[in-house]
């Protein structure tokens, strides 16, 4: 089965740049989505189809997807990112959905 | 206003079954595919199961196939997870969402706010 790999954790001050990664073999030829999770709270979509952001989604959240990774990037990071993160992608060569481990985002 | 609001469950010995629903509400059933969703405690998100908006086409994550079924019911504007042979392993919270279009991509722009089910005797 398809195997999505993300570090567990990234840390980042306010006001830079945080970028979270997903792994995967070829994930370029796939589209990734990327949901942010408070706890407590259900996820939250922020970015669909590679780099396409849900209205409400702050421009600060972009992502990118090519070869064997796909990158979440926060821009002048604020306190209230922090949450987890998590990549998922439709494997269609076995009809399935896969999420990454998660990336525990701590601005410091 | 998009709402999911799921029900159904609970505490189940090992070997018990249960079925979820997710009462949908703010847009055209049946015209998005919807997916269910777990998390266990401290963990991380698992999808477990999708179903097209016509209901023609449903998966299943290899974890749950055999044992669990999705169906939804489009005049009702709702979402059922029937779970058979329940396993402690299938301790969880459950998410409901809703996915992009028909098509399933499992790209949930919208998400109920789980119900918990706990397996254990």
């Known amino acids: 089965s398809y195997v999505l790999t993300q570090p567990p954790s990234v840390s980042v001050a306010p006001g830079k740049t945080a970028r979270i990664t997903c792994g995967g073999n070829?994930?370029?030829?796939?589209?990734v989505h990327w949901y942010q999770q408070k706890p407590g709270q259900a996820p939250v979509l922020v970015i669909y189809?590679?780099?396409d952001r849900p209205s409400g989604i702050p421009e600060r959240f972009s992502g990118s997807n090519s070869g064997n990774t796909a990158t979440l990037t926060i821009s002048r990071v604020e306190a209230g990112d922090e949450a987890d993160y998590y990549c998922q992608v439709w494997d269609s060569s076995s009809d399935q959905g896969v999420f990454g481990g998660g990336t525990k985002l701590t601005v410091l | 206003e998009v709402q999911l609001v799921e029900s159904g469950g609970g505490l189940v010995q090992p070997g018990g079954s249960l079925r979820l629903s997710c009462a949908a509400s703010g847009f055209t059933f049946s015209s998005y595919a919807m997916s269910w969703v777990r998390q266990a405690p401290g963990k991380g998100l698992e999808w477990v199961s999708a179903i097209s908006g016509s209901g023609g086409s449903t998966y299943y994550a290899d974890s749950v196939k055999g044992r669990f079924t999705i169906s939804r019911d489009n005049s009702k504007n709702t979402l059922y997870l029937q779970m058979n042979s329940l396993r402690a392993e299938d301790t969880a919270v459950y998410y409901c969402?809703?996915?992009?279009?028909?098509?399933?991509?499992?790209?949930?722009?919208?998400w109920g706010q789980g119900t918990l089910v706990t397996v254990s005797s």
């Open positions: 070829n994930i370029g030829s796939k589209s």
């Open positions: 189809y590679d780099s």
């Open positions: 969402a809703k996915d992009l279009g028909d098509i399933v991509v499992v790209a949930g722009d919208y």
